[in-house]
């Protein structure tokens, strides 16, 4: 899941060094935080946070595969 997220917001910034993804495993989920350069955050994000709901939709279809719960934060 990690390596997808990191996929998917590196083709989104303009700086794809900057970005971070954090994998905290939980007793009944694992939480991904992603970081990105301040200037891309809007990018990340989009207009009304539909990038970043269409981000977590795809990474929870990918989980449900898998049968885990994943949670994308973006910091």
Do not use: Y
Not at 1 to 6: A, G
Not at 22 to 48: C, F, H, W, Y
């Amino acid at each position: 899941m990690k390596e997808l997220v990191e996929a998917i917001a590196k083709a989104l910034v303009d700086h794809p060094e900057a970005v971070v993804v954090n994998e905290v495993e939980g007793e009944r989920s694992t939480i991904l935080e992603l970081k990105v350069a301040p200037d891309d955050m809007g990018k990340v994000i989009g207009k009304q946070g539909r990038i970043a709901k269409a981000i977590r939709t795809v990474v929870k279809a990918a989980a449900t595969k898998d049968d885990k719960r994943v949670v994308v934060e973006i910091l």
